[in-house]
């Protein structure tokens, strides 16, 4: 299997390997009932970009003890899906899907960057930022 970066990752990726750090990791919920809906995960690739994984709730207790954080994997078996604006903590706009064929291979983290960041522009912060409807109600910038 082909070695990939996250920058090439599409949705037409198949058939790849991605080494990878978990920078973050968590339990996504939907609001107002906050209820819970899936485990997720942010990776960061040794170029410093980032990407979300998304894994079914059924599975958490199997993923969270399978990827820790600060830990470099290399990664195969693993599908490239769309990343739902509902869900998108990233500007990515693919998204990875964990599942049972995926595969896990402890490596080295010590070139992978430490943190991530992308800020927002200046001229960009308006379209981030929630909007009033014309019943003075939240909605998303989506």
């Known amino acids: 299997m082909e070695v990939s970066t996250i920058a090439h990752l599409t949705l037409d990726s198949i058939n790849k ?11 996504a919920k939907s609001p107002p009932e906050m209820t819970p809906y899936a485990f997720c995960c942010n ?3 040794q170029e410093g970009n980032a990407i979300q994984a998304n894994m079914a709730l059924k599975d958490v207790d199997y993923f969270d003890q399978k990827l ?6 290399r990664i195969s078996n693993f599908l490239c899906e769309a990343t739902s604006r509902y869900q998108q903590t990233l500007e990515n ?4 899907r ?3 064929y995926t595969k ?4 080295s983290a ?4 430490h943190h991530y960041f992308q800020f927002t522009s200046y001229n960009q912060l ?4 929630p909007k009033l409807d014309s019943n003075s109600k939240c909605s998303t910038p989506f």
Do not use: N
């Open 104 to 107: 896990f291979e402890t490596i």
């Open 110 to 113: 010590t070139t992978f960057p």
């Open 98 to 100: 964990f599942g049972k």
């Open 68 to 73: 820790q954080i600060h830990m470099a994997y």
């Open 126 to 129: 308006a379209s981030k930022l």
């Open 17 to 27: 390997t991605l080494e990878a750090k978990v920078y973050r990791k968590w339990i």
């Open 43 to 45: 990776l960061l690739d």
């Open 93 to 96: 706009q693919t998204s990875l």
